[in-house]
C-alpha cells in the first residue's frame, strides 16, 4: 500500500515550458487535491477533484490545469511555465470531504528559470 | 473570507520543556480545525483535528489542542518535547461545506534543542 505518490519529485523548466505532474493513490479516495508550498505562505489550494471526471478551482489555480480521468489519478499541468510557479507541489487525497483526514503525497519541487 | 493566522513563524525551546503554537482563524460558519505536521523533506500527516464535541483532542504522541469557539483559536500544546518534535506544524480551517479545501497557516517550525 503506496499511499500517496508523486511523480517527478524534483524537475527545473525553462520559462515557457510545459510539464505534467501525476499524482497517484491506491487508498480508492473520492477527493484528491493540489497544493502549492511556498515559504512563509503555508499550503495554497491550486485545484480539486470530488470525484473521477470532476475538476473544480481553489484558492490560486490561474496557470494550472488538471485532469481526473481515473478516480486514482489526479494529473497537474503547467501549460507555460513563469517564473513565479517555482514551488513545492503537493497532492492530497481523502475519503470524503470536510472533516476527513487528508494524505499527502512527498511533493514535487519545481524551479522555473 | 476565511482566514487562518499561525502568531509565530518560529518556536526555539530546549528539549524537555513546555511548548504552546498559536493558531486563530476567521469564520462565520461552523468548522473543523486541524493541525498537520511536516517533517524535513516529507509531505504533511495528520496530527489531530477537532469536529465537534470535546472541546479539548489530543494526540498519540503527546500533543494536544484546545478549541476555544469565543476567541476562535486552535492553539497545540505539549508538555514535554523530544528532538524528534523537530518539525514544522500547520493549523487549517475547513469551513467550506462536504469539498474538504483546507485554508492552511503560514506554518510554525518547532526547533527543539538538546
Known amino acids: 500500500n503506496a499511499g500517496v505518490t508523486q511523480t517527478p519529485k524534483f524537475r527545473v523548466l525553462k520559462t515557457g515550458q510545459s510539464m505534467t505532474l501525476l499524482c497517484a493513490q491506491d487508498?480508492?479516495?473520492?477527493?484528491m487535491y493540489w497544493y502549492r508550498q511556498d515559504p512563509g505562505m503555508g499550503l495554497r489550494l491550486i485545484h480539486y477533484?470530488?470525484?473521477?471526471?470532476?475538476?473544480a478551482k481553489g484558492e490560486v489555480p490561474d496557470g494550472y490545469n488538471v485532469s481526473r480521468l481515473k478516480k486514482q489519478n489526479f494529473l497537474l499541468g503547467l501549460e507555460s511555465a513563469a517564473p513565479s510557479q517555482t514551488s513545492v507541489y503537493f497532492c492530497?487525497?481523502?475519503?470524503?470531504?470536510?472533516?476527513?483526514?487528508?494524505?499527502f503525497g512527498p511533493g514535487t519541487r519545481l524551479t522555473v528559470l | 473570507a476565511q482566514s487562518v493566522t499561525q502568531l509565530d513563524s518560529q518556536v526555539p525551546v530546549f528539549e524537555e520543556a513546555p511548548v504552546e503554537l498559536r493558531c486563530n482563524y476567521s469564520s462565520s460558519v461552523s468548522v473543523y480545525l486541524f493541525w498537520y505536521v511536516q517533517y524535513p523533506n516529507q509531505g504533511l500527516q495528520l496530527l489531530l483535528k477537532?469536529?465537534?464535541?470535546?472541546?479539548l483532542v489530543e494526540s498519540i504522541n503527546g500533543f494536544e489542542a484546545e478549541f476555544n469557539k469565543s476567541q476562535t483559536s486552535f492553539h497545540l500544546r505539549k508538555p514535554s518535547v523530544h528532538i524528534s518534535d523537530t518539525a514544522e506544524y500547520f493549523c487549517a480551517v475547513d469551513g467550506s461545506g462536504n469539498t474538504g479545501k483546507l485554508i492552511f497557516g503560514q506554518g510554525t517550525t518547532l526547533q527543539v534543542k538538546p
Open positions: 477533484s470530488v470525484g473521477e471526471g470532476t475538476t
Open positions: 492530497a487525497s481523502s475519503k470524503a470531504g470536510a472533516a476527513d483526514t487528508q494524505y
Open positions: 477537532y469536529l465537534s464535541g470535546s472541546t
Open positions: 487508498m480508492n479516495h473520492e477527493y
